[in-house]
C-alpha cells in the first residue's frame, strides 16, 4: 500500500488547510485512516483518525479546529483544518492500519506534507 499526501503549505495564522491522502494498492473494506503530525524537535503524535465506518478520534488540540473525513470509494483521507495556529506548523502524515484475514496487523505510512503557520 502507498500513501501519496498533499495539500501542505505556508499559511498564517487563523487561516485553513485542508490535506489529502489518497491510498494506492489493496487494502481490506475495514481500516483505520490517519493523520500525525511531526514538529520539529517533538515527537509524532496524533492529530485525528477515522474508520471505516466513520468512527474518527482527535487529540484534544485539534478538536472544535479540524474535521477529518473519508471517500471509501476513493481510499482517500482527508484533514479539513481551520483556525491555525503555529503550534500546528508540522510535517503531517497520512497513515492507514488494518488487519488481513490471512494474518498479520499492517501499518503503512505516507511521505509527509508540511504545513507552516506564520504569525
Known amino acids: 500500500v502507498q500513501l501519496q499526501a498533499s495539500g501542505g503549505g505556508l499559511v498564517q495564522v487563523g487561516g485553513s488547510l485542508r490535506l489529502s491522502c489518497a491510498a494506492a494498492?489493496?487494502?481490506?473494506?475495514?481500516?483505520?485512516m490517519g493523520w500525525y503530525r511531526q514538529a520539529p524537535g517533538k515527537q509524532r503524535e496524533s492529530v485525528a483518525t477515522?474508520?471505516?465506518?466513520?468512527?474518527?478520534n482527535y487529540a484534544d488540540s485539534a478538536k472544535g479546529r479540524f474535521a477529518i473525513s473519508r471517500d471509501n470509494a476513493k481510499n482517500t483521507v482527508y484533514l479539513q483544518m481551520n483556525s491555525l495556529k503555529p503550534d500546528d506548523t508540522a510535517v503531517y502524515y497520512c497513515?492507514?492500519?488494518?488487519?488481513?484475514?490471512?494474518?498479520?496487523?499492517?501499518?503503512?505510512w505516507g511521505q509527509g506534507t508540511l504545513v507552516t503557520v506564520s504569525s
Open positions: 494498492g489493496s487494502m481490506p473494506r475495514v481500516n483505520v
Open positions: 477515522i474508520t471505516s465506518y466513520g468512527i474518527t
Open positions: 497513515n492507514t492500519k488494518f488487519a488481513r484475514g490471512s494474518g498479520g496487523a499492517y501499518d503503512y
